[in-house]
């Protein structure tokens, strides 16, 4: 009785859980439980499920994969105040381009109990913007609340193929550890009997030792949008592998993602001196690499 006592905590707990882009001083936290702190040597266990162990480094748990044949859909909300910053055409190059690269195509190598794997498409639908609806200190349930609240006012489809992100500006805190734990996160909720993932990024222009690679140039001269294409890109493709918190994450907890945090590959320098290390859309990025889920599992920037 007691072991399945603890067993059910268990599972409530793992379904309650979000994940995150660690800060990058944030490495060797102690784990709060809650899944922020998670890092490659002591984050959380997640799940009372048995994974099936793969040979690359990470282990399917059996949940659902964000891996329709048309792809992944996007939705940004603009939280705060992002009039006059070039980030809103920055993010939205990268949400429009990102699908189809060898980049994004690293999440083919992740599929489900059918062996249906991720596609390499991401449609990016349309965006909102909240101006501090919640004000200026968002908890999680608001930045939650952001997020069904733009669904229920049809600011934004009720969509279960997608990933809503609530793109916060620099003026805007986020209390359970925005710059201190972490730089994003993703998770899932219900709305209407919809399951609805979403995730928050901040601008890092808040903290950019914290949570930028490069604060002083970066490839699109708007670090603060830079750092957040990396984070971005981090928490989609955690989002499409892991979409519930279930699916494909290895024996500590970390997703595809999280095993490649703040590792970039091979860079180069673009005309303003400031590095990168992908070029799609138009426009240079410094984007973190994957994990690929074949090979025996490696970091890469593409596959
Ligand atoms: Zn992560």
Request: charged share 15%; hydrophobic share 35%; proline share 4%.
């Amino acid at each position: 009785m007691k072991q399945i006592l603890a067993t059910l905590l268990f599972v409530v707990v793992s379904f309650a859980l979000a994940t995150a882009q660690i800060a990058k001083q944030a490495d060797h936290m102690v784990p709060t439980g809650k899944g922020w702190a998670e890092s490659h040597d002591n984050a959380p266990a997640r799940s009372a499920g048995t994974a099936t162990t793969g040979p690359n480094g990470i282990n399917y748990h059996g949940g659902p994969l964000l891996n329709s044949t048309g792809g992944t859909n996007v939705y940004y909300i603009w939280y705060g105040a992002w009039s006059g910053n070039t980030a809103t055409t920055i993010l939205t190059d990268l949400a429009t381009g990102i699908g189809g690269t060898p980049y994004f195509n690293i999440n083919t190598t992740y599929f489900d109990g059918n062996n249906v794997a991720v596609a390499n498409r991401v449609n990016y639908v349309t965006s909102t913007s909240d101006n501090y609806s919640q004000g200026k200190r968002l908890t999680d349930a608001k930045v939650q609340a952001v997020v069904f609240n733009a669904i229920n006012n049809g600011k934004l489809p009720r969509d279960s193929n997608a990933v809503y992100f609530v793109l916060t500006s620099k003026d805007v805190a986020e209390t359970s550890g925005f710059c201190t734990k972490y730089c994003g996160w993703h998770t899932h909720g219900t709305s209407s009997g919809t399951d609805i993932k979403y995730a928050f990024v901040g601008n890092p222009d808040r903290c950019p030792s914290a949570c930028e690679a490069q604060s002083s140039s970066s490839p699109n001269s708007n670090p603060g949008a830079d750092g957040m294409a990396s984070v971005i890109s981090h928490e989609l493709e955690e989002a499409a592998t892991d979409p519930d918190l279930n699916a494909w994450y290895d024996s500590s907890g970390a997703e595809n993602a999280d095993k490649c945090a703040w590792t970039f590959g091979t860079e180069s320098i673009a005309g303003n001196g400031s590095k990168y290390n992908m070029t799609f859309n138009g426009r240079n990025w410094l984007i973190q690499q994957n994990w690929v889920n074949a090979g025996g599992g490696y970091c890469a920037k593409s596959y």
